[in-house]
C-alpha cells in the first residue's frame, strides 16, 4: 500500500506543484500547497488505490486547495484594509509595472468598480459583503432578514455580471492589442 502511494507521491508531486504554481504564483506557497494535496489524499486509500484518473483527481484537489488558499489571502487584506487591487495586480503581473501596464491596470480597475456600481443595489450591496466585508452567506442572510438561499443567488447573479463585463473587456482590449 506505501509503495503504491510513493508511486503516484513521485509521478504526481512535480505536477501538483507546477499546476499550483500557475495559480499562487510562489513557489512556496504552491510547495505547501502540493504537500497538502498529498497530506490530505494518504488517507483516502479508496481513491488513490486501483484509480486509473487519479491523475485528475490530484488535479481537482490541486485547484480546489489553490482556490481555498487565495481566497484566505485576499480576504485578510480586505479585512485588514489593504488595498487588493495593488495586492493582485503585484500578484499577476509582478512588484513593477511599466506605464502600459499600469494604464491597463488603471483601467481595468475602473470598468470593475462600474460594473459593480451598474448593479441592482440589493445584489451590489450583498456582493460586497461577500467580498470585500469577508462576510459568510449565513450571516449576510441574517443581517438582511434574507434567505441564505437568495444571497447566494444574488452573489451568483453578481459574478455572472461581472464574469461578462469582463469577457467584454477582455475581447476588447485583445482587438486593440491585436490590430
Not at 497538502?36 to 491523475?55: G, R
Not at 459583503?129 to 447566494?152: C, H, P, Q, Y
Request: a neutral charge; aromatic letters at 10%.
Amino acid at each position: 500500500m506505501q509503495d503504491t502511494f510513493k508511486k503516484i507521491f513521485k509521478r504526481y508531486y512535480p505536477v501538483a506543484r507546477r499546476f499550483a504554481l500557475m495559480f499562487v504564483k510562489r513557489e512556496e506557497d504552491a510547495e505547501d500547497i502540493a504537500q497538502e494535496v498529498f497530506a490530505a489524499l494518504w488517507p483516502k486509500v479508496d481513491i488513490w488505490q486501483d484509480n486509473p484518473q487519479i491523475d485528475r483527481y490530484i488535479c481537482r484537489m490541486t485547484r480546489n486547495i489553490c482556490l481555498n488558499h487565495l481566497k484566505r489571502k485576499y480576504v485578510d487584506p480586505v479585512a485588514m484594509g489593504k488595498p487588493v487591487d495593488d495586492i493582485l495586480a503585484k500578484e499577476i503581473i509582478g512588484d513593477t509595472l511599466n506605464p502600459a501596464e499600469e494604464m491597463y491596470l488603471e483601467e481595468l480597475r475602473l470598468l470593475i468598480h462600474m460594473a459593480i456600481e451598474s448593479m441592482p443595489s440589493r445584489r451590489r450591496q450583498i456582493f460586497a459583503m461577500s467580498r470585500f466585508e469577508g462576510m459568510s452567506n449565513k450571516d449576510i442572510a441574517e443581517m438582511l432578514g434574507l434567505s441564505v438561499r437568495t444571497v447566494e443567488s444574488h452573489i451568483f447573479s453578481a459574478l455572472n455580471d461581472l464574469r461578462m463585463q469582463i469577457k467584454a473587456i477582455v475581447a476588447i482590449m485583445v482587438a486593440v492589442n491585436y490590430f
